[in-house]
């Protein structure tokens, strides 16, 4: 069950000292967690977890594609490994190891990328992704998700260290807006209604979420009644969800921090061409790679914005 949190609100905590708290309550749990990083573990919090189990925290350096092989090998000993690396490095630098290492073998592996799209911010457009869960959701067992706020980061984590599996978790390292009220727990494979409406249907991902529920508000003020769907497992989409909103609203709109190519768009976009063909506009990057800014500046460069979905949902209305 979920709680909706009060509008406007920010995240008590971090993400990814939401992530380095669940690994050492894990380790102190006696949990056989292996947390492997590349180099980044002050950007994730995990320093001082690995001052206090160094046991259970393996720094491999500048190399994702040998954290990969690694974790896998450490998967194999009954070890329950959880890597972390930005999102551009844990996409496009070790895709063919998350292929034939992890997805191809089957391993039980969970893969933390951060810093998602614009939230890179300063680090600029090397390290900005725009096609990471495009890439990652052609995997065939591959399970997508994209954590919303520190709430369901929490309740996704301690679910993961449970279930079997190759898991690819999207997220920022700071604070997020907050969507959620302690308490909820979530279902992947199934979106969140966070907004029931009649006249059109926003369906958002991530940092997103935030900005589609503004949006609605807006339309609300404008006489529109906008329905607003957290779509935070990309793989497996939840169809059933995504095509009961197409046929009862007649219009969606898709709002991601990511390329409208191969991700949230072209999903829903697949189902409702099989399932229930539907017009629909897609908010997200549009052909084009990153840059250093502030998020509220990319987030405005790139068109990801209350405003932008907004404008969406006229053209459809």
């Not at 070890?79 to 039980?108: E, G, I, K, W």
């Not at 679910?159 to 727990?185: E, H, M, N």
């Not at 409208?260 to 399932?275: P, Q």
Request: proline share 3%; net charge negative; with cysteine.
């Amino acid at each position: 069950m979920i709680k909706v949190a009060p509008v406007g609100q920010q995240d008590a905590m971090e993400m990814r000292k939401v992530y380095a708290g669940f690994v050492a309550q894990q380790i102190e749990a006696g949990s056989p967690i292996i947390a492997l990083e590349a180099d980044l573990m002050s950007s994730m919090a995990m320093d001082g977890v690995a001052r206090d189990y160094p046991q259970h925290v393996i720094n491999c350096g500048i190399m994702e594609a040998n954290v990969i092989g690694t974790a896998a090998g450490l998967a194999l000993t009954g070890r329950r490994p959880f890597v972390h690396t930005f999102t551009a490095f844990a996409s496009r630098r070790c895709f063919d190891q998350l292929f034939m290492a992890l997805d191809y073998q089957r391993n039980n592996v969970k893969v933390i990328a951060s810093d998602a799209g614009v939230t890179a911010c300063h680090n600029g457009g090397t390290h900005m992704s725009f096609e990471d869960m495009g890439i990652v959701r052609g995997l065939a067992h591959a399970v997508v998700l994209e954590a919303t706020d520190a709430v369901m980061f929490r309740d996704l984590l301690h679910q993961l260290i449970d279930l079997d599996g190759f898991y690819w978790v999207r997220t920022i390292r700071k604070q997020a807006p907050s969507i959620y009220a302690p308490g909820s727990d979530f279902t992947i494979g199934k979106g969140n209604l966070l907004r029931d409406g009649e006249d059109i249907t926003l369906i958002a991902n991530g940092i997103m979420v935030a900005e589609a529920l503004a949006a609605a508000r807006q339309l609300e003020r404008e006489g529109v009644s906008a329905a607003v769907i957290d779509m935070f497992t990309l793989k497996p989409v939840d169809r059933a969800l995504i095509a009961r909103y197409g046929a009862k609203t007649g219009r969606i709109v898709t709002c991601e921090n990511h390329s409208i190519h191969n991700g949230l768009g072209s999903a829903v976009a697949e189902v409702l061409a099989e399932s229930c063909p539907t017009p629909m506009r897609r908010v997200g990057v549009k052909e084009r790679y990153g840059q250093v800014g502030t998020q509220d500046f990319l987030q405005r460069e790139y068109g990801l914005t209350a405003h932008d979905i907004v404008i969406a949902a006229r053209e459809l209305l």
